[in-house]
């Protein structure tokens, strides 16, 4: 956070400030999704906003086929679904705003 005020080039971030609808394919409803980070940043007179979502690596693969069906593989293939959704609408959102989605993990951070 100190980067993005320390940075002369970024206007203005928010953290979960804005609210994209989705529907889950877990209960076919509407919900709402906070992306993480929306950055405004200015870079050769050109202003370009940024939705930002973190999440692990794990998450962001679809889950292996499994033999056998546990709990733990329901819930990581219903986490997915409901990522996956997530992003087709914050994908949409900013595409009919001239905004770019970007869904960043560990590795894109260099934690991993």
Same mark, same amino acid.
């Given at each position: 956070? %100190?980067?993005?005020?320390?940075?002369?080039?970024? $206007?203005?971030?928010? +953290?979960?400030? $804005?609210? !994209?609808?989705?529907? +889950?394919?877990?209960?076919? %409803? #509407?919900? /709402?999704?906070?992306?993480?980070?929306?950055?405004?940043?200015?870079?050769?007179?050109?202003? %370009?906003? *940024?939705?930002?979502?973190?999440?692990?690596?794990?998450? *962001?693969?679809?889950? #292996? @086929?499994?033999? %056998?069906?546990?709990?733990?593989?329901?819930?990581?293939?219903? *986490?997915?679904?409901?990522?996956?959704?997530?992003?087709?609408?914050?994908?949409?959102?900013?595409?009919?705003?001239?905004?770019?989605? @970007?869904? !960043? *993990?560990?590795?894109? $951070?260099? !934690? /991993?």
């Amino acid at each position: 956070m %100190r980067f993005f005020d320390d940075n002369p080039d970024i $206007l203005a971030w928010g +953290s979960e400030e $804005l609210i !994209i609808p989705y529907i +889950s394919p877990v209960d076919g %409803r #509407q919900h /709402r999704y906070f992306p993480d980070m929306i950055i405004k940043t200015q870079k050769g007179g050109k202003i %370009r906003t *940024t939705v930002v979502e973190i999440k692990p690596e794990k998450q *962001t693969v679809e889950p #292996q @086929k499994k033999s %056998r069906i546990t709990k733990k593989y329901i819930t990581e293939v219903a *986490t997915y679904g409901v990522n996956m959704a997530k992003w087709k609408a914050a994908e949409e959102y900013c595409a009919d705003r001239g905004w770019e989605f @970007k869904v !960043i *993990t560990e590795k894109d $951070l260099g !934690i /991993r």
